[in-house]
């Protein structure tokens, strides 16, 4: 059974910084391309960045680029976000998400995680 499990998220003040972590088990995904997406209230989930399991490759959504960096353990098998600078528009909750295709949409990823709250103050 493939699990994702998200930790790492709270309450911080804008300009600090947060790390999430991505605990993957159930299958290997060295085939995989591990993503992060965000979901603020009244607001569609929203692409943040992704990482190629085997090569490391990544892409960064405008709105972050500069600011968060992904990252994986493989002897791990966890993903992380590195943020930092962040804003109040940052606020949503972030959700860890597996699938085959290095693209950005919600819908072409297979896996997800339940989700970890970021609040940041203004």
């Known amino acids: 059974q493939v699990q994702l499990v998200e930790s790492g998220g709270g309450l911080v003040q804008a300009g600090g910084s947060l790390r999430l972590s991505c605990a993957a088990s159930?299958?290997?995904?060295?085939?995989?391309?591990m993503a992060w997406f965000r979901q603020a209230p009244g607001k569609e989930r929203e692409f943040v960045a992704h990482?190629?399991?085997?090569?490391?490759?990544?892409y960064y959504a405008d709105s972050v680029k500069g600011r968060f960096t992904i990252s994986r353990d493989n002897a791990k098998n966890t993903v992380y976000l590195q943020m930092n600078s962040l804003k109040p528009e940052d606020t949503a909750v972030y959700y860890c998400?597996?699938?085959?295709?290095?693209?950005?949409?919600?819908?072409?990823?297979?896996?997800w995680g339940q989700g970890t709250q970021v609040t940041v103050s203004s």
């Open positions: 998400a597996a699938g085959r295709l290095f693209l950005v949409s919600a819908n072409t990823y297979e896996y």
């Open positions: 159930g299958r290997p995904f060295s085939s995989y391309v």
């Open positions: 990482i190629n399991w085997s090569s490391g490759s990544t």
